[in-house]
């Protein structure tokens, strides 16, 4: 089976040749492949005829915006198409299935569905088999493609509107924008009294009641959205990357509540990232795997600990289906980190204390070395970005005049909340960073290519969704000529596998370039991927925080995990870190002899 796809949003055919009008009819290699094309100028279409393409890849090649996809799918899926945007668009491939009273968690790359596959759930794309005008199928269709199966029951459900949906969405930064009041006057319009205090208690969410929306970080706007599903009453709840700017005893406590909706017969549906957290969380899953953009496939439902392995291993044994190259390969150990044994030291920092209001902030003095990737762990509302500001302002440092003739430290920021900028296309970035002249062509390489900027390069950056926009800015913030690199929770509403890559990209930038970076994640996989040594940050958040010095990796995560009260144990297969059960014999042995992370 072979399908074809347009990017509507890429694809300009009044500018892709200086020949005058309709230039693709007249010269796109697709007409000489036998594949009948029409693109008109004011409505942009294409009309494949799967018999005639002989999928040479010409089209593809020669397309100068990339907006031409030639995919060969497995024939048996030709009859489990769901849903397709358009003729020439996205198309999604068999349907994920939940179940009453348990938790099906959605794993797979960015760009493959699972947000398209919660708005179907919701009820706010009608499936459509992959048929358009007269021959879209109707609800009595639609239920009848999946009799025999529990969508049958979902969707007969759906169309008699017998279920309330509750749909927590993925991003959060534009709900201020939607919804104005304080914290207490909006949790009290849509609540059970019976239960709001108890969700204000497990969420912390006391001393934000009296907040207005407009004021709160991302990590209370996402306890607050939590906070609101819990408390609707509702039969399904749909609920899209849940812990993004949460740490990860808050992601705990997260997983907690969503568990407990499942144990009152409630059906969830969970797409989460982080796969510690999904573990922990899920009952099943479902692995989403394909072409970003393109297409994507739902896998049959796998136990949570079988489907997150395949993911990682990349090769779904039961569907012969190989979906990754190369496997996912977690540290059972320390890694040996040698980048900066020796490296000379780029700057120091004395011990000191800071007061924002009623905050207060301790500092312990340390050195950092080029080179060095200084992972920063700690709960929210504890210095962490007050520490960074800090760095940026170049207050109380010294720095290593050996370096460079001036003291002055050249800073590159990453900032946890991103604003996009107006009037700018992700071209415009790229060709900035190709000129850069301090970048090696090997360094241009990889930021371009590593975090995928070619595939949106035509897309305003205010058009970006979240993990488009995080790229992006990572992208410009390892391009910057710089000393030293702040990036603060570089991983938000990325993927597994762009978080790995955005890991690896981090470390090899630095090291190449001989800089350093402080590096802010609540993902302790991805931040045991990035950091050479971690930086723990305690106390009472919102009132009193303490940074140690630089510690390495096994001391850090220990005293980080021990303040959180959370053990990592290792899944025999894989070795990935899956959090422990509080008072398991697995988790007061680890407690016992102080391994939180790493095995012996």
């Not at 200084?374 to 929210?380: A, E, Q, S, W």
């Not at 970006?464 to 509403?493: N, T």
Request: glycine share 6%; with cysteine; net charge positive.
């Amino acid at each position: 089976m072979r399908i074809a796809v347009l990017n509507r949003e890429t694809c300009k055919p009044h500018k892709c040749s200086p020949f005058g009008q309709k230039p693709c009819i007249k010269y796109c290699p697709m007409v000489r492949t036998g594949v009948k094309t029409i693109i008109l100028l004011n409505e942009k279409k294409i009309e494949i005829f799967e018999n005639l393409c002989s999928g040479c890849g010409i089209c593809v090649k020669k397309c100068p915006f990339n907006s031409i996809s030639i995919i060969n799918l497995p024939d048996p899926l030709k009859n489990e198409i769901s849903y397709r945007y358009a003729t020439d668009g996205f198309a999604l491939f068999r349907m994920a299935i939940p179940k009453k009273g348990s938790v099906l968690g959605l794993i797979g790359p960015n760009g493959c569905g699972k947000s398209t596959m919660l708005k179907i759930l919701a009820g706010e794309i009608i499936l459509n088999l992959g048929k358009f005008d007269n021959d879209a199928p109707d609800w009595n269709k639609i239920i009848n493609q999946f009799k025999g199966s529990e969508l049958q029951g979902y969707f007969t459900d759906l169309r008699e509107k017998n279920i309330k949906i509750i749909h927590k969405p993925q991003n959060i930064t534009d709900i201020p924008k939607r919804i104005s009041g304080k914290v207490e006057d909006i949790l009290k319009g849509i609540s059970n009294s019976n239960y709001l205090d108890e969700i204000i208690k497990k969420l912390n969410l006391g001393k934000i009641l009296d907040r207005e929306i407009s004021v709160l970080s991302g990590g209370e706007l996402q306890r607050i959205l939590i906070a609101v599903a819990f408390l609707r009453d509702g039969d399904v709840y749909l609920i899209d990357e849940p812990t993004s700017y949460l740490d990860v005893s808050e992601r705990i406590k997260v997983a907690r509540i969503i568990r407990s909706l499942a144990e009152n017969g409630k059906t969830i549906v969970v797409v989460e990232h982080d796969l510690a957290i999904l573990d922990y969380l899920s009952d099943y899953v479902s692995i989403f795997y394909g072409k970003p953009g393109v297409y994507g496939i739902v896998s049959h439902p796998q136990s949570v600990r079988n489907g997150i392995n395949i993911y990682l291993q990349g090769y779904i044994k039961d569907e012969n289906m190989r979906i990754r190259e190369l496997p996912i390969i977690f540290h059972v150990r320390p890694p040996q980190i040698s980048s900066f044994d020796k490296g000379e030291v780029l700057f120091s920092y004395n011990d000191s204390e800071t007061h924002m209001g009623e905050f207060h902030l301790k500092v312990s003095g340390s050195e950092i070395h080029l080179g060095e990737v200084i992972g920063i762990l700690g709960p929210n509302a504890i210095g962490k970005t007050t520490f960074i500001n800090l760095i940026a302002n170049q207050g109380n440092f010294k720095k290593n005049i050996s370096q460079k003739e001036s003291n002055e430290l050249l800073i590159s920021i990453k900032p946890q909340y991103i604003k996009p900028e107006q009037d700018l296309t992700v071209k415009n970035i790229i060709s900035n960073i190709i000129s850069k002249p301090h970048l090696s062509p090997p360094i241009i390489k990889r930021l371009i290519n590593n975090l995928n900027l070619r595939n949106i390069e035509q897309r305003k950056i205010t058009e970006l969704s979240g993990g488009e926009l995080q790229r992006v800015e990572i992208a410009k913030c390892l391009a910057e000529e710089a000393d030293l690199f702040l990036i603060d929770e570089p991983c938000a509403f990325l993927d597994v596998e762009m978080r790995l890559n955005v890991a690896q990209l981090i470390r090899k930038v630095i090291e190449e370039l001989k800089k350093a970076a402080f590096v802010v994640e609540h993902d302790i996989v991805t931040q045991d991927f990035i950091a050479d040594s971690i930086l723990i940050f305690e106390g009472i958040p919102g009132i009193k925080g303490v940074a140690s010095v630089p510690l390495d990796l096994r001391d850090g995560f220990n005293k980080f995990l021990k303040i959180m009260d959370i053990t990592f144990r290792r899944d025999n297969l894989t070795k990935r870190p899956r959090v422990n059960k509080p008072g398991s014999t697995k988790d007061e042995y680890q407690k016992k002899i102080n391994e939180f992370y790493y095995v012996s």
